[in-house]
Nanobody, 132 residues
Framework: QVQLVESGGGLVQAGDSLRLSCATS????????MGWFRQAPGKEREFVAA????????SYADSVKGRFTISRDNAKNTVYLQMNSLKPDDTAVYYCAGDRSPSTTAQTMGTRAPPGYGVDYWGKGTLVTVSS
């Protein structure tokens, strides 16, 4: 069983930055494509970003492209989401996700419907609140 634990959320002002971290248990971190999803109050879950097993390929939702950066440190079993130029619309609970399917890529994590379909492991989420 793999556990994902997010951290780094908080209350910030529009234009500020935050870095989310997702620490994973286990020794098989590199078999997982990793992603970040978010769910705002009253809205459905949506894809934010994903990264390949090696970290060489990334994908982003159009709404965060150019502002957010996903990365991973396989030596530390951790995936990160650097969020810059935050907007009130970025307010949501952010969830870390791991997908071990060999057919999953960073791109497919962002295109499946509903968002997050097929993900094997989820964290409990961390709240990001952006005030205007």
């Amino acid at each position: 069983q793999v556990q994902l634990v997010e951290s780094g959320g908080g209350l910030v002002q529009a234009g500020d930055s935050l870095r989310l971290s997702c620490a994973t248990s286990g020794r098989t971190f590199t078999v997982y494509s990793m992603g970040w999803f978010r769910q705002a109050p009253g809205k459905e879950r949506e894809f934010v970003a994903a990264i390949s097993r090696s970290g060489g390929i990334t994908s982003y939702a159009d709404s965060v492209k150019g502002r957010f950066t996903i990365s991973r440190d396989n030596a530390k079993n951790t995936v990160y989401l650097q969020m810059n130029s935050l907007k009130p619309d970025d307010t949501a609970v952010y969830y870390c996700a791991g997908d071990r399917s060999p057919s999953t890529t960073a791109q497919t994590m962002g295109t499946r419907a509903p968002p997050g379909y097929g993900v094997d492991y989820w964290g409990k989420g961390t709240l990001v609140t952006v005030s205007s």
